[in-house]
């Protein structure tokens, strides 16, 4: 964790009250903010936090905050945006016993909500795909499989907290 300076301190809470001023009817429907999410699977426990949690008629919507511009032609950052949300649908759909409906991401620097918010719909099979991805990735973890032959798109690399340490030992 790094102090935040004056400069990105005010651009947060401009981010910030951009945000609240375009998304005051939203309000209303917010079940729980920072929620913990985690799922006892074979070998390891997935944990993470979902931004928010809104509902209405007995349906749950996800939120993720992302603090940068909505990306354009990174395909392999939103796939894998999408596979967070998947992940964190199923484990809330089996702590609320609701039926996810949507999920969203909501970009902060964007000024105009319709640029800021990015619907991806509810499919079951992608939710199977997540569990699948992660569990594949867990397993090379746990054989400390960690060379990195192949970096991603540089999308991915920007908003990665190890891109110094990939830096120095030339990856990047
Ligand atoms: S900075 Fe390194 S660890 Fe992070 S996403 Fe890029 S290649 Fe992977």
């Not at 005051?24 to 949690?53: A, C, F, H, N, W």
């Not at 609701?98 to 619907?119: I, N």
Request: aromatic fraction near 10%.
């Amino acid at each position: 964790m790094r102090p935040i300076g004056d400069t990105a301190r005010e651009a947060a809470f401009t981010q910030v009250m951009n945000y609240f001023r375009r998304n005051r009817e939203e309000m209303r429907r917010v079940i729980q903010t920072e929620v913990d999410v985690s799922l006892e699977k074979e070998g390891y426990i997935p944990s993470g936090k979902v931004d928010l949690l809104l509902g209405s008629d007995g349906k749950l919507e996800l939120l993720d905050f992302k603090t940068s511009p909505r990306p354009t032609g990174s395909p392999a950052l939103l796939e894998a945006y999408e596979r967070q949300l998947c992940t964190y649908a199923h484990i809330s759909e089996r702590r609320y016993d609701k039926r996810v409906h949507r999920l969203f991401l909501y970009w902060t620097a964007e000024e105009q909500k319709d640029r800021a918010l990015m619907a991806f719909p509810y499919r079951p099979e992608r939710i199977i795909d997540a569990g699948r991805y992660f569990d594949q990735v867990v397993a090379r973890i746990q054989a400390e499989e960690f060379q990195v032959t192949q970096p991603p798109e540089a999308g991915i690399c920007e908003e990665c907290d190890l891109r110094m340490l990939c830096g120095a030992e030339g990856i990047l």
